[in-house]
């Protein structure tokens, strides 16, 4: 493979790696949401149920977020 | 720096497949290797090796694990006679990296473990290097974009990324379903309208708010809350009404104390009896004094009851039918002289007593009853006046008086007159009668409301307003977050789709550059395209092709031929090998070409030879006329031919070089099988020889007849060099065989059997050996007339073919030659010419 060819074929993990750390430096993102994405959907070795997993999170922060004096 | 790329070194199978006996394949001098077979013989054993020595769990694709469905399992790994014999069903590969050579041994009889020497070798495999044919088809006709996108993923070791495209989907979906969930909503209403008792059926504030004064307006027409809240002055009113209200008898209350009335006393109107404890209790004991009047008459009548059992006794002895009895049983006294004076009275007697005995027992009985049913009643009185008592309204002065005079008299009563009762009784109908009417009134007034029943169901509407305000809240941050998660979403599919659609972009040039190799310079240009970016769904790959200038990015399979098709699958997975497995340049090809026309074998062996110089290709085929175009295209260097002639269930595979040779004719028809394509062959070879040995000048034709290729030019290019050379291959007089007129007139036809009138027709075994014993017989007249060696050499400026042994060199002319005795019906020819003699 070229140089070019290299890079592109990084390894999941290390391109994943790269993901998470651009997608967290998105201006105006939701790092609330960057982390349940980083820690059940962007990883090379998903647990079984990550959707499941990430989705309660998500729905967790919902409700946190609808009564903030709670 | 860079590790030198992997190579395999050699493997060896044992035990495995159709190789019972060991069978090492060394690639150390040749790295790559041809094996043609025909089906069922052994030759995807080889490719089997290397997928089982690689795969994750030790076994193969199409075999599975276990033994289930369509598939074999594992068991079918191993030679089904290896245990018989003492071997183990195992692959061992030597890899070879610069000068460094490793061995991995994976074995079926443990637990399958991949060797960790193979750990190389993977890590270097972004693309799977096994290639079959049967599935190459599938990668452009049948799969979906989604299947093609997950398979050509892992070819790029991109599954993980491809996986999380797919989670990332699936979150997507839930949180937007989440988000638009309608269930909290649906809850609220079914509360709303299980509050309001269905007056209202969803949440509506302005409709609560109406709901509720409607409420409030029931109780008084001055109480209307402005808003629906908790700071709604009204409803700080409300909260004073409740606490009043508990302080007066409600019409709860009232009806409360209605019911206790009527559990003690009901006066009797119209159609309605007296009811109650307490005429149920005086009842109760005018039955008793009844009763005790009646039992003390009974006792009077019965008070000789002492005789009981003497009359008992003797009543059977003087009743009707009894055997006749002069003297009395007791003193026996004669009959006549007792008081009674006769059997007949002394009978008499005795059954006017026993009858005054039985009503005293009745009345007795009855007694003791009604002394029972005053003791009930008399408890039941003092319970019900229990509870009624406390809840006479202290107002009903006389009333109360009455109830506690009248519960102190009856608390010691044990029997006798009961007390007084006629002024409690007044006094409680006087206020049944009031209760009823306030009850009515209440009723009139202000239907089943309170005040705390309406409090309480407005605070139920108020709870339900601060839920449905969370749920309004909620499903907004849902509502957030998904669109945050859109665009996480986006941006990392897009970041994955940069990182494919690049790993795609170099597949593209080897790939229309083997392409064309095979189908020619002007063959459609091929692309695999990601999904246009807001394609919400990216996890697709697009296989597309530039058919013509209409018809650009269009599906292969509405535009190319079935052969176009392969070489398209073909060609992609090998530029993907060759692209992306350079630290482990190996390509195992398994049958990849079936069924096709020749051109397509030659083009598809010619492709492999021009551009895949760095690969190393270990190729399985059971197609003759390919495994030919191979020898022919990729020479003798890198490559090495191997065939097998036939499996013998007991040892394995045979092999035999790639010439066909007489033995391998000979073993087709031992086994029963159709020689054909073998005698083809021969032919085939014998002909290059000659003609390559002959210094022949070769025209290739116009293509106007497709089968008329390669056999029938060489012979046409052989029959001229020998006319103008002046050798003459002698008549053969009686024999019809079409082989050796048409390469006398060079025309050769290039047919599946050119021993039958039609095209692919099959001819049976007995023709085929008459043809092969003819066609030997030609043969054999192309032999050295000094050495009787074959081989020649026609070095310039000689016109006629010399013995290339350097000793010899005679120069070529035909020689005679005497078929064998076992040939029947052939010709003999000699030194001297051609004579016939029939040795049939």
């Given at each position: 493979l070229s140089e070019t060819g290299r890079a592109i074929t990084d390894k999941p993990d290390d391109f994943l790696t790269g993901l998470r750390s651009d997608l967290a430096d998105q201006p105006g993102c939701d790092t609330d949401l960057v982390t349940i994405i980083a820690e059940h959907i962007l990883v090379s070795s998903p647990q079984n149920d990550c959707v499941a997993r990430a989705r309660r999170a998500i729905g967790q922060l919902a409700k946190a977020r609808a009564t903030p004096d709670a | 720096m860079r590790e030198p790329p992997i190579s395999i070194h050699s493997i060896t199978l044992v035990g495995f497949r159709a190789y019972l006996h060991e069978a090492l394949f060394d690639f150390s001098e040749k790295p790559c290797l041809a094996l043609f077979a025909p089906n069922g013989k052994g030759k995807s054993g080889l490719v089997d090796a290397f997928e089982f020595s690689l795969s994750e769990n030790g076994t193969i694709e199409r075999l599975g694990i276990r033994a289930t469905h369509n598939q074999a399992g594992v068991t079918a790994l191993a030679h089904d006679l290896a245990a018989d014999h003492g071997l183990p069903t195992e692959v061992r590969i030597k890899l070879k990296s610069g000068k460094t050579v490793c061995e991995a041994i994976r074995s079926i009889s443990d637990d399958r473990a991949r060797p960790a020497s193979l750990g190389g070798l993977l890590a270097r495999l972004m693309v799977d290097p096994i290639v079959r044919g049967y599935a190459l088809r599938k990668f452009v006709e049948s799969q979906t974009p989604e299947d093609r996108y997950t398979e050509v993923a892992g070819w790029l070791q991109l599954s993980p990324l491809v996986e999380i495209q797919k989670n990332l989907r699936l979150l997507r979906q839930q949180v937007k379903a989440d988000a638009e969930d309608a269930q909290p909503k649906a809850d609220i209403n079914r509360q709303v309208a299980q509050i309001t008792a269905g007056a209202l059926t969803e949440w509506n504030e302005v409709a609560a708010l109406d709901f509720a004064n409607s409420l409030l307006r029931s109780l008084d027409a001055q109480l209307v809350m402005a808003s629906f809240d908790r700071n709604d002055p009204t409803y700080v009113t409300l909260f004073e009404r409740v606490a009043a209200e508990e302080q007066q008898i409600g019409i709860a209350g009232l009806k409360q104390l209605k019911v206790a009335i009527e559990a003690v006393f009901v006066e009797g109107s119209g159609e309605r009896v007296v009811e109650g404890a307490l005429p149920a209790f005086e009842q109760s004991v005018a039955d008793k004094q009844a009763a005790q009047t009646l039992e003390a008459a009974e006792r009077s009548a019965a008070a000789n009851a002492v005789f009981a059992q003497v009359w008992a006794a003797a009543e059977p002895l003087f009743s009707e039918g009894a055997p006749s009895i002069d003297n009395c049983p007791v003193c026996a006294t004669p009959l006549p002289n007792t008081a009674a004076g006769s059997r007949e009275a002394i009978a008499e007697h005795i059954r006017s007593h026993r009858a005054a005995l039985a009503a005293y027992s009745a009345a007795k009985d009855g007694l003791d009853k009604t002394a029972r049913k005053v003791a009930m009643a008399h408890r039941t009185l003092q319970a019900n006046l229990a509870v009624l008592r406390p809840l006479l309204p202290s107002?009903?002065?006389?009333?109360?008086?009455?109830?506690?005079?009248?519960?102190?008299?009856?608390?010691?009563?044990?029997?006798?007159?009961?007390?007084?009762?006629?002024?409690?009784?007044?006094?409680?109908?006087?206020?049944?009668?009031?209760?009823?009417?306030?009850?009515?009134?209440?009723?009139?007034?202000?239907?089943?409301?309170?005040?705390?029943?309406?409090?309480?169901?407005?605070?139920?509407?108020?709870?339900?307003?601060?839920?449905?305000?969370?749920?309004?809240?909620?499903?907004?941050?849902?509502?957030?977050?998904?669109?945050?998660?859109?665009?996480?979403?986006?941006?990392?599919?897009?970041?994955?789709?940069?990182?494919?659609?690049?790993?795609?972009?170099?597949?593209?040039?080897?790939?229309?550059?083997?392409?064309?190799?095979?189908?020619?310079?002007?063959?459609?240009?091929?692309?695999?395209?990601?999904?246009?970016?807001?394609?919400?769904?990216?996890?697709?790959?697009?296989?597309?092709?530039?058919?013509?200038?209409?018809?650009?990015?269009?599906?292969?399979?509405?535009?190319?031929?079935?052969?176009?098709?392969?070489?398209?699958?073909?060609?992609?997975?090998?530029?993907?090998?060759?692209?992306?497995?350079?630290?482990?340049?190996?390509?195992?090809?398994?049958?990849?070409?079936?069924?096709?026309?020749?051109?397509?074998?030659?083009?598809?062996?010619?492709?492999?030879?021009?551009?895949?110089?760095?690969?190393?290709?270990?190729?399985?085929?059971?197609?003759?006329?390919?495994?030919?175009?191979?020898?022919?295209?990729?020479?003798?260097?890198?490559?090495?031919?191997?065939?097998?002639?036939?499996?013998?269930?007991?040892?394995?595979?045979?092999?035999?070089?790639?010439?066909?040779?007489?033995?391998?004719?000979?073993?087709?028809?031992?086994?029963?099988?159709?020689?054909?394509?073998?005698?083809?062959?021969?032919?085939?070879?014998?002909?290059?020889?000659?003609?390559?040995?002959?210094?022949?000048?070769?025209?290739?034709?116009?293509?106007?007849?497709?089968?008329?290729?390669?056999?029938?030019?060489?012979?046409?290019?052989?029959?001229?060099?020998?006319?103008?050379?002046?050798?003459?291959?002698?008549?053969?007089?009686?024999?019809?065989?079409?082989?050796?007129?048409?390469?006398?007139?060079?025309?050769?036809?290039?047919?599946?059997?050119?021993?039958?009138?039609?095209?692919?027709?099959?001819?049976?075994?007995?023709?085929?050996?008459?043809?092969?014993?003819?066609?030997?017989?030609?043969?054999?007249?192309?032999?050295?007339?000094?050495?009787?060696?074959?081989?020649?050499?026609?070095?310039?400026?000689?016109?006629?073919?010399?013995?290339?042994?350097?000793?010899?060199?005679?120069?070529?002319?035909?020689?005679?030659?005497?078929?064998?005795?076992?040939?029947?019906?052939?010709?003999?020819?000699?030194?001297?010419?051609?004579?016939?003699?029939?040795?049939?």
């Open positions: - | 107002s009903e002065t006389a009333c109360i008086v009455a109830a506690a005079a009248y519960g102190d008299s009856i608390a010691p009563w044990l029997d006798g007159t009961p007390p007084e009762s006629a002024e409690l009784k007044r006094l409680l109908a006087a206020l049944l009668s009031a209760a009823v009417a306030q009850i009515a009134e209440i009723e009139a007034r202000q239907g089943d409301n309170t005040y705390a029943k309406a409090k309480a169901k407005i605070d139920a509407l108020l709870e339900t307003k601060d839920q449905e305000s969370l749920r309004i809240q909620t499903q907004d941050q849902f509502a957030r977050l998904l669109s945050a998660l859109n665009d996480q979403a986006t941006f990392i599919s897009s970041a994955i789709r940069v990182k494919v659609q690049a790993l795609l972009d170099l597949l593209r040039e080897p790939t229309n550059r083997l392409y064309r190799a095979i189908q020619g310079a002007d063959a459609a240009p091929i692309r695999l395209d990601l999904p246009p970016e807001e394609d919400l769904n990216q996890q697709r790959l697009l296989l597309l092709i530039d058919f013509s200038p209409g018809r650009r990015g269009v599906a292969p399979s509405g535009y190319l031929s079935d052969s176009e098709i392969h070489s398209l699958a073909l060609t992609l997975r090998l530029a993907a090998i060759a692209t992306f497995n350079s630290g482990a340049p190996i390509a195992i090809l398994d049958d990849i070409v079936t069924s096709y026309d020749a051109d397509h074998r030659r083009t598809t062996a010619g492709m492999i030879a021009a551009h895949t110089p760095n690969l190393q290709i270990i190729l399985t085929t059971h197609d003759q006329r390919f495994f030919s175009y191979l020898k022919d295209q990729l020479g003798d260097s890198r490559w090495a031919y191997l065939q097998i002639t036939r499996l013998d269930r007991d040892y394995g595979p045979r092999f035999a070089g790639h010439r066909i040779s007489d033995k391998i004719i000979e073993a087709q028809w031992r086994d029963g099988q159709s020689a054909a394509n073998e005698m083809r062959q021969a032919e085939e070879e014998w002909l290059l020889d000659r003609c390559r040995q002959f210094g022949v000048d070769i025209r290739i034709r116009e293509l106007d007849r497709a089968y008329s290729y390669e056999r029938s030019e060489l012979a046409s290019a052989l029959a001229a060099y020998l006319n103008s050379a002046g050798l003459s291959p002698p008549a053969v007089r009686g024999v019809t065989n079409r082989f050796l007129a048409s390469l006398q007139k060079g025309e050769i036809e290039n047919f599946g059997s050119h021993f039958q009138d039609g095209p692919y027709g099959d001819g049976s075994i007995g023709d085929e050996k008459a043809r092969w014993e003819e066609f030997k017989f030609f043969r054999d007249h192309f032999v050295c007339p000094a050495c009787k060696r074959t081989k020649f050499k026609r070095p310039l400026p000689l016109k006629k073919p010399v013995c290339a042994h350097p000793t010899c060199e005679a120069q070529f002319r035909f020689a005679a030659v005497v078929p064998a005795a076992s040939a029947p019906g052939l010709l003999k020819v000699t030194e001297t010419g051609i004579k016939s003699e029939s040795v049939s």
